[in-house]
């Protein structure tokens, strides 16, 4: 029996196979966002609850259809209040797509805070220091940045290590850089409950974790156990990184490149609404 390609491959069934895989990629990048997060169990029970649902309908059991109905309905209400923090970690990815990113041009400030923060790395490296650096990229800090004590200081190497110096007043907590400046010190920042984390880390990676689960800022934690340097960044946790490895990638990360130098028309007008038409 022949086939008839010209039945099969035709628009209609190409507009198909586009639909399919634009479905499957949400799917999968949702479940990417939700891996090693309590939404996974969370979203296992609501795949219960729809089971049960279509076996009490298969079966006409009139009194649990009802039930599982009443749960459905409210449930939708119930997933946006459980899953905040994942469906505004979505919006923040999904925000942070080539439409929304910022282009920023490279200058000396930004080189200077790369050769700060690598003074600082290895000094608290070497001696077990503990910190915890946070750096704003383009999502606000502010609602962290306030639970700290405010420094608006320029960035030196001097300074970082002063501050996670042990027992000193603002050793605990995160240092948070805005607009290359020391903006806080001692701040808090949300603890990741991801399974992923291995649990020999402790809280300074967790919190480094966390904060780059609900923003796109880099965090960079020295561990006073080993000395080890970590970097998150988009919930990605690279440890153990040389002083080579870290500096090439804060220079990728904070330093532009020469072909990032023409702001989007689009991004400016949008950052103007949102700063009350203030530019950087």
């Not at 420094?151 to 996670?164: E, K, M, R, V, Y």
């Amino acid at each position: 029996m022949a086939i008839d390609w010209n039945s099969i491959l035709n628009w209609h069934t190409l507009v198909n196979l586009v639909d399919i895989m634009v479905v499957w990629y949400v799917i999968y990048k949702l479940m990417m966002l939700l891996r090693g997060t309590k939404a996974v169990q969370l979203f296992k029970g609501v795949v219960v609850i729809l089971v049960i649902k279509l076996i009490a309908w298969y079966f006409n059991l009139e009194t649990v259809s009802w039930i599982m109905d009443q749960i459905i309905n409210w449930g939708i209400i119930a997933i946006i209040v459980i899953f905040q923090p994942e469906i505004r970690r979505g919006l923040e990815h999904l925000g942070r797509g080539s439409l929304f990113v910022k282009s920023r041009r490279g200058n000396a400030v930004e080189v200077h805070m790369v050769d700060a923060l690598d003074q600082a790395i290895q000094y608290m490296s070497k001696r077990r220091i503990g910190a915890l650096i946070t750096i704003q990229i383009n999502t606000g800090l502010d609602e962290y940045i306030e639970t700290g004590i405010r420094l608006d200081a320029d960035i030196s190497g001097a300074l970082l290590i002063n501050t996670f110096i042990p027992n000193t007043p603002l050793h605990d907590g995160a240092v948070i850089i805005k607009d290359n400046k020391i903006a806080v010190a001692a701040a808090y920042l949300p603890l990741s409950e991801s399974n992923l984390i291995p649990k020999e880390l402790g809280t300074r990676h967790r919190a480094a974790v966390g904060i780059s689960e609900v923003t796109d800022a880099l965090t960079i934690v020295v561990s006073e156990e080993t000395g080890g340097v970590t970097i998150t960044k988009n919930s990605e946790l690279l440890r153990d990184l040389t002083r080579n490895d870290y500096l090439k990638l804060l220079k990728n990360e904070l330093i532009p490149k020469e072909d990032e130098r023409n702001s989007n028309g689009l991004t400016s007008f949008i950052e103007g609404v949102f700063k009350g038409g203030r530019r950087r």
